[in-house]
T-cell receptor
Framework: DAKTTQPTSMDCAEGRAANLPCNHSTISGNEYVYWYRQIHSQGPQYIIHGLKNNETNEMASLIITEDRKSSTLILPHATLRDTAVYYCIVRVRRTSGSRLTFGEGTQLTVNP | DTEVTQTPKHLVMGMTNKKSLKCEQHMGHRAMYWYKQKAKKPPELMFVYSYEKLSINESVPSRFSPECPNSSLLNLHLHALQPEDSALYLC?????????????FGPGTRLLVL
């Protein structure tokens, strides 16, 4: 699975959009971009994933650049409860149980 | 029901004790996972079970012994652990045939080895 690079930490004001970047310059054509988050002392939570098109669900939007070498997770109206470590993971979509390789992630702090 | 449950929430054990961690899901998932997470570090995969068979063992020491008695249950048996094994142990599950990389995690068991 391709390596990802994320900023160590970011701050965001409550109610504003949080834009979390991820670089994955060695991504190959069949690798998806997944985002998970982990609120303190809880298990990781799946947020969203995509291949090359932008994706949106009830939690967030995922913007993938045309060359697929980077992506941005957007939380449109961040709340205090969005404070968490956000992990960007690149992996092939496999048909059997397989590993998620977590990087160090980005600590997002939403401030009142 | 998209819940993975883990018991106990907290566990303190001595280095000579034997204990077990339990994980349960009722989503019909046929792949289940154990991850270990040290403080301020990302989770690291330990084991994967697919259709109740061990499919991945990430060279985990034998003092950790996984067991998958049925499709809903996953256990992690602990014996003769070391203080450095203190960590948050996370269980997860997913649908292997329609794997979209979406794994559902439990809240974890926080283990302290004295």
């Amino acid at each position: 699975d391709a390596k990802t690079t994320q900023p160590t930490s970011m701050d965001c004001a409550e109610g504003r959009a949080a834009n979390l970047p991820c670089n994955h310059s060695t991504i190959s054509g069949n690798e998806y971009v997944y985002w998970y988050r982990q609120i303190h002392s809880q298990g990781p939570q799946y947020i969203i994933h995509g291949l090359k098109n932008n994706e949106t669900n009830e939690m967030a939007s995922l913007i993938i650049t045309e060359d697929r070498k980077s992506s941005t997770l957007i939380l449109p109206h961040a709340t205090l409860r969005d404070t968490a470590v956000y992990y960007c993971i690149v992996r092939v979509r496999r048909t059997s149980g397989s590993r998620l390789t977590f990087g160090e992630g980005t600590q997002l702090t939403v401030n009142p | 029901d998209t819940e993975v449950t883990q018991t106990p929430k907290h566990l303190v054990m001595g280095m000579t004790n034997k204990k077990s961690l339990k994980c349960e899901q009722h989503m019909g998932h046929r792949a289940m996972y154990w991850y270990k997470q040290k403080a301020k570090k990302p989770p690291e995969l330990m084991f994967v079970y697919s259709y109740e068979k061990l499919s991945i063992n990430e060279s985990v020491p034998s003092r950790f012994s996984p067991e998958c008695p049925n499709s809903s249950l996953l256990n992690l048996h602990l014996h003769a652990l070391q203080p450095e094994d203190s960590a948050l142990y996370l269980c997860a599950s997913s649908r292997p045939l329609a794997d979209r990389g979406t794994q559902y995690f439990g809240p974890g068991t926080r283990l302290l080895v004295l």
